[in-house]
DNA sequence: GGTGACGAAATCGTTGACAATTTTGTTCGC
DNA sequence: GCGAACAAAATTGTCAACGATTTCGTCACC
């Protein structure tokens, strides 16, 4: 994947840094409530402070930080609670874009969901946690993306993006892939039966399981 | 103090460019597509131009303006096919929220509604539209804040105000409020029943109708 | 007469410095 | 010894000016 150089467009210095602070981010690179001192980021990434201080605006505005007003930026800590509202966002963003999924998708698109399928029913059979986190990004993204909901993709877009740390928490539970692979394949089947009723209601059943999951 | 419209107290200047620009976006001011010039921004509101740009970075994450890299900030104009979806999004969260309101809310808000039920069927019986559109908002606003879902309310604010001028124009349509008011009154009396499916089936049977309102 | 390159105007992106605000460390009074 | 007022340091918010990029008009050239 692009690190840093991104050949597309112009590397304006916001760009640069904006990138360059949310994969820190992302990646948990940045401590949970970490002040983010617009001194410090400017000479670590090699730009202006204006350009750090857009960036953050635009971080902020993805709910990646924290910004209180002359008192500084903090990347934002999600609560549990928190998260399992996010989840439920997700649920009914995901449900509509599976059952949009399952009626426009093309015939090629469906065997490539098949194949992603059989792909992770393998990675949870030779016990890879990590490839089948990977193929399960990769689901979720091709529904999004066959669903041609653009709207709802960016939506869903942002709610991920504030989830990553209790999405590799949950990666990581043992017996949670075999029950996750279920699910997905239940959705896969349900889009590729072309039935948006029941891909939608896949999709929340599954959603419905991650919510039970966070909450432990 | 006494330089000119001050909303609110201590008002930054950053933040007294946003709020005026938003209102001025939100209330038709700004043609479709205008070309929004930071110098001239800048004079107008009395600010300077580092403030009007941290505004409008804001304004282009919420949706509302669209920046070109070096080619300027242009009000963005949302195309009929863009509100559909928008307004598919919509549906699956009101749903959420009416769902999670008719769980949560209490005996007093249950109350609230139903008087904001009649106090709509009034403002048609009396042929007032635009009583009825603020008592129309005024309980999309409420469900929401009744639902306790925030994360969602936050998606739906942001949704809602790319489509002020869609709204518009469907709130004036004839005809239109008379449909419009017995689906509210369906998702009043299915909260207050407290069912949660139907207050969801509810929800999206009311924004599936606007979206069919929206195609005309 | 049409097409391409060149240059001027306009606008955005960036820079460094200054002012306002908050936080922290210190000292004085009780 | 403990709490409150005060001063110093750190940090953010704001400002005016400079450089880079795009756009549009003009002119030479084919």
Redesign the pocket.
Known sequence: MADEARPSG?E?????ALTQLRHAILRGEMAPAQ??????L?EQFG?????V??A?IDLAAEGLVE???????RVRLVTVEEAVAITECRMVLEGLCAAKAAVQATDDQLTELADLGTAMSKAVADGEPMTYSGLNQELHAKIQQFSGQQVAVELLDRLNAQLVRHRFQLALRPGRPQQSVNEHLAMIEAIRARDPHAADAAARAHLTSVIDALRE
Request: proline residues 4%; charged residues 30%; glycine residues 8%.
């Open positions: 112009g304006q210095a916001k760009q640069h002040r983010l001192v617009e001194n410090e400017a730009v202006t402070r204006a350009s201080r857009a953050l910004r209180i007003p002359n008192r500084g930026s």
